[in-house]
């Protein structure tokens, strides 16, 4: 019988923060620090792959707490490995530094 880590579809990472200048911020588009991944080249890899942002709600809904916030990554950012993401609703500043699930699919290979 396989291992429970065999069946996972997705990389963790982290959301560090917005995009941002000096003094503004851009709430629209997230950087995200994915696991593994030290170098623009290999972020290249996970190019348009989808993101979800799982967290607990106070309300249940459809009897559930769970609720998720999808994004794409859209380009890399820098030369370490960190990427830029754009979600259908902002993230929000609480979660700076939480865990993000990077899917692998849809696959480019």
């Known amino acids: 019988m396989p291992s429970e880590a065999g069946h ?7 959301h560090l923060s917005y995009q941002r200048g000096k003094r503004t911020t851009n709430p629209g588009t997230s950087l995200l620090k994915i696991e593994g991944v030290d170098d623009s080249k290999a972020a290249n890899f996970y190019l348009g ?9 106070q309300k249940e809904i459809q009897g559930s707490k769970i609720r998720v916030i999808w994004g794409k990554i859209t380009r890399p950012h ?11 609703n902002n ?5 700076f530094g939480a865990s993000v ?6 696959s480019s290979i």
Do not use: E
Request: hydrophobic share 40%; no cysteine.
């Open 8 to 14: 996972r579809l997705y990389v963790k990472g982290r």
């Open 91 to 95: 993230l929000p500043p609480k979660s």
């Open 101 to 106: 699930r990077v899917m692998l699919y849809p």
């Open 78 to 88: 820098g030369n370490t490995g960190v990427v830029r993401a754009q979600f259908r």
């Open 49 to 57: 792959k989808k993101v979800a942002f799982v967290y607990r709600a």
